[in-house]
């Protein structure tokens, strides 16, 4: 999405954070990118002066029943945007440090 990009008074990706979060995800990360393009073939990229126009990705690993209980939740707020949604396998190795 495009960083300008808007769910109500908040910026989209800030929402998706909050949203993920609430609905107990166990992290999500946020990449601005330097350029790229979408669907409307317009290249977006971080020039000095127009930060605003970043391309931004929101990466989430979740359970199906996380996912299914997310993407009702876009529906819900009719939330536009484009999603890439793959099976993946996810754990953790080694010991907890603090």
């Not at 990466?59 to 945007?81: C, G, I, P, R």
Request: proline letters at 2%; aromatic letters at 10%.
């Amino acid at each position: 999405m495009d960083q300008n990009k808007r769910h109500g008074h908040q910026a989209l990706y800030e929402w998706l954070i909050e949203a993920a979060r609430s609905h107990g995800v166990g992290g999500c990360t946020v990449i601005m990118g330097t350029m790229g393009f979408g669907q409307h073939r317009r290249i977006h990229s971080a020039h000095f002066f127009e930060l605003a126009d970043q391309p931004v990705e929101v990466t989430m690993v979740v359970t199906e029943s996380q996912a299914d209980n997310l993407f009702a939740l876009l529906e819900q707020e009719k939330v536009h945007m484009f999603y890439v949604k793959l099976p993946v396998e996810f754990g953790t190795l080694g010991e907890a440090t603090s």
